[in-house]
Every structure is written in C-alpha cells, then in structure tokens.
C-alpha cells in the first residue's frame, strides 16, 4: 500500500515526553483547544522519576517547592510525606495530577519517537514513531528532558559478564536482587550518592569504582507533617514569587529569608563565613550555593566553602587514606553538581565497603567474572552502572530530527550545541525544547522553568495565529548573540575548570561548551519576553501571522 493511502493523524501540537513539563505543557495545550497528542517512551507519566528506580532514589531540592506551581488545586490537595520525596512518591504526584486533568486521554505509552522530519511544502513535522506508526504536526515540542538519554561507556568486554548490571537511570521496574551480593557500582555523582548506602545496606560486600570523587553535603530528610505542610500552603503564591527571583529557582525553606546571596565570601571574616557554612551545613541540602556571591566565579571565594566540606569528609570517613580517595582533588567545589547524602561518606567506614581510585587503577575491562581495574579482577555478581547521562542533548539527538532543507540536529549542533533561548534552533521551524540546552534548565528549578517555557510557547502559537502555514524560527543571527552571551557568562565563572555534564565533558566527542544559560532566571524571562514583543524581532517568520503582524504594527 502506498503510504498517502494510510490515514496519517495530523494535530496542532505534538509533545515528546510525559515528565513534568511535558505534562504541564499538554495541560496548557489542551486548555487552549489545540488538538494534541503526547507520546512517551515509558509505560507511565513522571519522566525522569519515572525511569530513576535506583535504591535511595529522591529528589534533592525540598518536595514542598519541587512541585508544581501553575494550580492553587493541587497545590493544596497533594501531601508530601518527606523532606525530599522518594522515587515512588514522585511517579505517584505526577499520576495524581495526571488524574487530575484527565491528561492520559491524549497520552499515547510504549510509542518512541524515532524521528521528526520538517516538510517544507506542508509546513508540518513529520513525526514516526519506532513501531512505525507516523502523525504530523504543526508544531513539535520536544520536552524529553534534559538528564535522560543514559550514558553506559564503552568497554572491552562489557557483554561477558554473567550477571545482571542495570543502570541507576533505567533501573528495571521488577528490581534487581542485591541482599547477599557481592556488588560494584560504577561512578559516583549524585546517582550513586544516593545508591551506595542502600546498596552497601544489603549486599554481602560493595566495590565502589571511583573516577572523580563527589562534594557531598548531609540532605538531613525526615517526615514532614500536615501542620508544617500547612504552613507553607498558606501562601504558596507568594513562595513561587520568591522563588522566582531566588538564586536556581528553590529557597530551601529554612532560608526563606535569604533567597539570594548579598555578599562576597571574602568580604566577611573567617568567623562569621565558618557561622554561614555550619548553619547550612545544619541544615542540610543544597542551599550552599546561595550562600555568597562568589562561590561560582572566585577562586578563593570558593576555596573557602571547599575547604570546608574537606575537613567535614575528613570527620565523616574514619580511615585518613580513604578519606583522602573521596576528597575532591582538581575541581572548584559546586562546579560539577553539589551531591545532597544520607550517610554517604559513613558507608565507607562499613566492613563490607571497599573503595578503589580509578585514577590510579583505571578500568581496562569487563569479564564474566566482573570488573578488572588496574590489574585486579574485582569479582561481583552485579554491577551497577552509575555513569550519568549524555546530558541535554542526548535525548534529542536520539531521535533523528531533521528541519529546512533536511539538515539534521546533530549537524547544526557538531561544532557545539547552539539553541536561541534554549528553546529553538534556527532551521527547525516550530519546533521547541523544553528545558533545552542554552535555557537555565540545570540551574534553574526544573519545574518552575517548564511551566514558564509553557506558558511562552502558548503565547507564541496564539500570536502565530491560526493560518496553518505560519511557521517562526530565531534567525541565525539572534541564535549566534545568544551563545556569545550565554558563553560569555560561563567564561567569568568557575565552571569551565571542571570536567563536568554541564561543559558536555562526559561524553567521548562532545564538543566543550556550557550547556546552561548561567545569567538567571529573571534575566533569561526578560530576554524570552523581548524577543517576542513589539513584532518578533529576533524570528524568521513565514506564512501569514495575521497575530505577529498585529504585535508589529
Ligand atoms: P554524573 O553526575 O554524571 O555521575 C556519573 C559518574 O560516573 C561520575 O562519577 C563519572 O566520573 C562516572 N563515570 C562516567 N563514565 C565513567 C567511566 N567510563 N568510567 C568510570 N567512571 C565513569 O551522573 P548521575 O550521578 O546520574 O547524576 C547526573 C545528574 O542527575 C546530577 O548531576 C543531577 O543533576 C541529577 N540527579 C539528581 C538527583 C536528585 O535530585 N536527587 C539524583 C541523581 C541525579 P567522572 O566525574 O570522572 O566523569
């Protein structure tokens, strides 16, 4: 049969995901009167919660602000249980808000989208799913995320061994038997932060396979109850307006009164830094990186907090030369992601832990018997593979995306990825990321920025207007300033001294850049609201934007 004759469904929008933004996005969507249709790899909603199954999985930034903001409803009907939700709590508030709206109803399970072909005559995305399936859009949102395509290194032999070795970011849905194994975890950033202590809990004995050493400061999780949930509900609104304008998107609540750092590091003395630095130490979580102005672009500003949480791994791991393995070397301390641990580095006091450097016993390769690094077969009956993800790019470089002229994503993006805003790429007509790289995304709540980016997109398709034809892209030009600037930005930090996710590091040929817009949520709405008023100065707009022309006039 010739594929005209096949009935291709066509909607308005099509969106790529059901995590958060992705769900968000087909609420907004669905509430406008758009036809739209989401696709999800997964056989349920939550995204990244719903693929990160790994033992001591939980979300680092507070549960009472790592929620949605864009219903007063749910927000007052969903109750957290703790400090830091769980994996499981996560997938069940993303299903409950799911419920809520009737999302599933244009929600379409187990359907990968392979690839999304632009068709200049019809102005439409072609969009195939792997089973073969094919639908066109007028505009394609691409919301899979910034930490979801796994990163599984290549290494000799990884096919012999015999027994099970899952990674943390695609943890099967059964489980993996650990109690009574003899187990090796690979890597050791905020996955493996967390996996380790459960892991070391059950398991006959643990390996740990160390490359980078993490900076990890105590969560301090507990239970949260209805009288303190309560409290903040109160005024909800006026915690999201906080923060907003707080230093990436979250106050950690006991410091709702400092949401953004006033001062140096070096402008205070050593007694009133240390006082800071214990209060947030006390207090647990991420809330250091607000702590002072500098941390992120002085040297010895940030020298400061480093050797700080030095001398706190230092008390927390009773052996001096296997602290000294776990105490960061050759990075500025938050330029690779802040871990936030329970009992982290007090698992390696255990009898049955064993930590070993792979700088100085690299891996060489995988055998049926287990890992063999430096010389010595470290035998296992599992290994867990905690090596991260191919961020911001990877999930939209599996899918074969190709715009004007059939010039795929992966080639505009070979020198470097380049995105105007984070959220479109010139040559790629109506098609937007969310969270994309070049937005704040990794810095910035991503919850929070997803329902802004959704509501940004909305006002784009009402201003485009109805005429089918219509398509808007940034010019070359507008994509051009905005990595000047977001790279200028990351050039005045510290970032670019680490090798990290955020520069793309990670990933063998990526090329080096900073993958996050550094200059702040305020600044980044200020420069998406400018470049679509008075007339979308910085897009190429073709067909007939009765709306966009109206804007100009
Ligand atoms: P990650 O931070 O990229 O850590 C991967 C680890 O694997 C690193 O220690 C890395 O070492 C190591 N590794 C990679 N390839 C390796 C190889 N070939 N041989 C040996 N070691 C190798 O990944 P992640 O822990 O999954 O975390 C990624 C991000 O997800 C985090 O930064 C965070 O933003 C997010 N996350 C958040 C939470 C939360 O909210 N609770 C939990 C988990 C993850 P190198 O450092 O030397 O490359």
Redesign the pocket.
């Known amino acids: 049969m010739k594929e005209d004759a096949v009935a291709v469904r066509e909607f308005e929008v099509v969106i790529v995901g059901a995590g958060f933004a992705g769900l968000h996005m087909l609420y907004r969507a669905r509430k406008k009167g758009l036809s739209v249709r989401l696709y999800e790899a997964g056989s349920g909603v939550g995204g990244t919660w719903y693929w ?1 199954r790994y033992p001591g ?5 507070e549960s009472m602000e790592y929620s949605y903001s864009f219903s007063e409803e749910v927000q007052q009907e969903w109750k957290w249980t703790e400090r830091y939700s769980p994996q499981p709590e996560l997938v069940r508030y993303a299903e409950f808000v799911a419920d809520k709206f009737d999302l599933k109803r244009d929600i379409q399970f187990d359907s990968r989208v392979a690839s999304a072909v632009f068709d200049e005559q019809t102005a439409r995305w072609e969009i195939r799913l792997q089973s073969g399936e094919q639908v066109r859009a007028r505009f394609c949102i691409m919301a899979t995320g910034l ?1 979801s395509a796994p ?1 599984k ?1 290549k ?1 000799e032999g990884i096919e012999s061994f015999a027994g099970p070795q899952p990674q ?2 695609l943890w099967p849905k059964e489980g993996v038997a650990l109690e009574g194994k003899r187990v090796v975890v ?7 932060v ?1 996996a380790i202590p459960e892991i070391a809990k059950v398991a006959s004995h643990l390996t740990v ?4 050493p ?1 900076y990890a400061i105590p969560a301090r999780n507990h239970a949260i109850d209805d009288v303190y949930q309560d409290k903040i509900k109160a005024d909800y609104t006026g915690l999201r307006e906080i923060e907003k304008n707080a230093f990436g998107g979250f106050v950690s609540l006991s410091f709702m009164d400092r949401p953004v750092p006033t001062k140096s590091a070096l402008e205070v003395d050593e007694e009133e830094r240390i006082a800071e630095y214990d209060t947030r130490w006390a207090a647990g979580g991420l809330s250091f990186y607000a702590t002072f102005t500098d941390l992120l672009f002085s040297k010895d500003a940030n020298e400061t907090l480093a050797d700080y949480v030095k001398a706190k791994i230092r008390e927390r791991v009773k052996d001096p030369e296997t602290a000294e393995k776990l105490i960061p070397k050759d990075y500025p301390i938050l330029t ?2 802040l871990c ?1 641990d329970t009992n982290y580095y007090e698992t390696y006091n255990r009898e049955n832990v064993t930590l070993v450097d ?1 700088r100085m016993n690299p ?1 060489e390769r995988i055998t049926p018997a287990g890992v063999v690094a430096g010389g010595t077969l470290h035998e296992c009956d599992v290994i867990v593979w ?4 191919d961020a911001m790019s990877g999930a939209l470089d599996r899918v074969d995306i190709r715009g004007r002229g059939g010039r795929r994503l992966k080639d505009h993006w070979s020198e470097g990825l380049r995105t105007f805003l984070g959220l479109m790429c010139a040559g790629f007509p109506n098609m937007v990321y969310m969270n994309g790289p070049g937005s704040p995304s ?1 810095f910035f709540h991503p919850i929070l920025l997803g329902e802004y980016q959704g509501e940004w997109i909305e006002q784009v398709i009402d201003d485009l207007g109805a005429d089918p034809r219509a398509t808007l892209e940034p010019r070359a030009e507008s994509e051009d300033e905005w990595q000047r600037h977001s790279d200028e930005l990351a050039s005045l930090s510290l970032f670019p001294a680490a ?1 990290s ?1 955020y520069m793309g590091d ?1 990933i063998p040929g990526k090329p080096r850049r900073m993958l996050v817009y550094l200059g702040s949520f305020a600044s980044y709405r200020q420069h998406c609201e400018e470049a679509v008023a008075n007339g979308y100065p910085k897009f190429r707009i073709e067909g007939r934007p009765a709306s966009v022309a109206a804007v100009a006039s």
């Open positions: 990160n999985a939980r979300v680092d930034i930490l990163n290194p290494i943390t970011s690979i890597g050791t950033g905020s996955s493996a967390q396979l160390q490359r980078t993490a690779k992601r936030a792979l891996i905690a090596t991260g993800f990794a090798k996710w990670n």
